[in-house]
């Protein structure tokens, strides 16, 4: 039997929908069947069955960290070393340190082991009023490897109440034992690794490293084409370490995004304005490396490009599981405002993740995902460090 309605009421809204974060000081949500069934003024909020006292609280939809990497064995301390000690993310990828460190201990884990350390990163990204989240593969690089990453993935989400969009990020390194055969591993990956993934109902995107240590334009091409082919969206990762033309390449196949941005140029930033295609910035991975260009925000706000934001949690340039602390990291490296933080973990990052029409706002027809804060304004999500005032995170209305 399907629970009464709800009226959720004395709260203030972040709705994150039409201008700005669409703020009503006097607020009120009513929820039923799973949904958002009115999200407005108080005043006009239609009677429910069930009322709940929000106590003035903040509502917000529930955050979206649409960029990260939860899913590996192991860690990268011992890197992280190297680079205090001066070591470039360039040098230790090509000394074989780097993705491919992660990716002998991701195939050396059981499937059980790599959902479990999951787990408690997943709960940590919970624990802050995250209601949905990306998880990449890439570190398997071969197809048993590879679908043992996306099935633990698929397995988090039968086991927190969260969504969980998998994207498959084969074209994140070269394998070692293709080291000298680039071209027969790209052919693995369109002709074998790919199709028979998203055959198993294991792909929701694909994903791909466009960097002079990664992938060329051409051979990202090759990948993206086989996506459109098997229906799939793509993204990338674009233009961290130097100008690949990345951007533009993932915006003329219609891209969900394209994320790190860094050494992005006005033409990538025109062509994902024509495409759409949203600008994920990850200020984990720019503080871990210690970078110094940062991504070009006002360009991206000339050009129109929807700004999200994500945590990048990885193990070895970003590991964070915070993304309220990524939210500080962008407003003060980037110089991101608080409204565009805001926008950038929920209606944006949605966008991010074609899950717009599901969530990432307070309306009427969404899911009813949402969280409650301890805050008197939201600009406190974003100026804290280190401190988490989630009151309640509502999953589904409960």
């Known amino acids: ?17 039409g ?18 069934v009115y999200a407005g003024a108080e005043s006009e909020a239609p009677r429910a069955p069930r009322v709940v006292d929000c106590e003035g609280r903040w509502i917000t939809p529930a955050l979206i960290d649409c960029h990260s990497h939860l899913i590996y064995g192991g860690d990268r301390a011992r890197e992280f070393e190297q680079r205090l000690a001066g070591a470039s993310y360039e040098e230790i990828a090509r000394a074989g340190g780097g993705i491919l460190s992660t990716v002998a201990a991701t195939r050396a884990a059981s499937e059980d082991a790599l959902v479990a350390q999951a787990l408690r990163r997943l709960d940590a990204l919970i624990g802050e009023g995250v209601g949905a989240v990306e998880i990449k593969s890439g570190y398997g690089l071969d197809l048993a490897s590879e679908r043992k990453m996306l ?35 790209v052919d693995l990956l369109v002709e074998e690794m790919l199709p028979a993934l998203a055959g198993e109902g294991l792909v929701d995107a694909v994903d791909g490293f466009c960097e002079g240590i990664a992938f060329s334009r051409e051979e990202i091409a090759r990948v993206f084409a086989t996506a459109r082919r098997l229906g799939l969206p793509v993204k990338l990762h674009a233009e961290q370490l130097s100008n690949q033309g990345g951007a533009a390449l993932a915006a003329s196949f219609d891209a969900l995004s394209a994320d790190h941005l860094e050494y992005l140029d006005e033409a990538g930033a025109a062509a994902m304005a024509r495409a759409g295609t949203v600008a994920v910035l990850l200020p984990g991975a720019y503080y871990t490396l210690r970078e110094t260009q940062a991504p070009p925000v006002a360009a991206l ?14 193990p070895g340039t970003s590991p964070i599981t915070s993304l309220l602390t990524t939210l500080n990291m962008a407003a003060t490296l980037f110089r991101l405002t608080v409204d565009e933080c805001l926008l950038g973990v929920t209606r ?5 993740l074609g899950l717009e ?40 209305g409960a």
């Open 1 to 17: 039997m399907e629970a009464p309605q709800t009226l959720w009421r004395n709260a203030r809204l972040a709705a994150c929908a």
């Open 19 to 36: 201008a700005g974060l669409g703020v009503v000081e006097r607020g009120a949500l009513v929820t039923g069947g799973g949904r958002i």
């Open 151 to 185: 099935r633990a993935a698929r397995r988090l989400a039968r086991e927190r109440d969260v969504i969980v969009k998998t994207t498959f990020l084969g074209a994140h390194a070269l394998p070692l034992e293709y080291r000298d055969r680039r071209g027969d591993y």
């Open 301 to 314: 706000r000339q050009q129109g490009v929807a700004i999200a934001v994500a945590t990048d949690s990885n």
């Open 357 to 396: 029409a599901e969530m990432g706002t307070l309306e009427a027809g969404k899911a009813a995902h949402f969280a409650l804060w301890d805050i008197e304004r939201p600009a406190e999500l974003v100026y804290r460090i280190g401190f988490n005032p989630l009151h309640r995170r509502v999953w589904s």
């Open 348 to 352: 944006h990052a949605a966008r991010a």
